[in-house]
């Protein structure tokens, strides 16, 4: 069970690379925010692209940090059978995803416009699972 969390772990964590690496080079606003804008009726100026692409940035580095911080405490810590490496993984997942995903599922709820949520709960289920596998 230990080896299938280790590996879980590693997908979540490749995972989450992948969605920083979207963040940093893909649109800003990305398209379901000026979806959003668009239709609350505002411009977008250069001013907000500006804005943006920074918080587009911020985000992006988050989720590669959120990457790493799983990828190493895995391999230097959940390899090893190490109880607090399994919870620090659980914690760190859940300290950062839960709050992302619910606030993108708000945000949808509220303007009735798609939003990123899914695979949110994807990983948080994935990062779930894989404490599960490791305390088994």
């Known amino acids: ?14 995972l989450i690379a992948l969605l920083g690496g979207k963040y940093l080079r893909g649109p800003a606003p990305a398209d379901y925010h000026e979806e959003i804008l668009k239709a609350a009726g505002a411009e977008i100026s250069e001013a907000h692209k500006g804005v943006f692409r920074a918080m587009n940035v911020v985000i992006g580095a988050g989720f590669y940090a959120q990457a790493v911080v799983i990828a190493a405490v895995t391999y230097f810590g959940v ?10 993984v659980l914690a760190s997942a859940l300290l950062s995803g839960l709050p992302a995903t619910l606030a993108a599922q708000q945000l949808e709820k509220h303007t009735r416009i798609t939003t990123p949520w899914r695979p949110g709960i994807v990983l948080l289920g994935l990062s779930v699972v894989a404490f599960i596998l490791a305390i088994l």
Not at 1 to 14: G, K, Q, R, T, Y
Not at 79 to 88: F, I, R
């Open 1 to 14: 069970m230990l080896l299938a969390a280790v590996i879980s772990n590693f997908v979540a964590a490749a």
């Open 79 to 88: 390899w090893d059978d190490v109880l607090w490496a399994k919870c620090v």
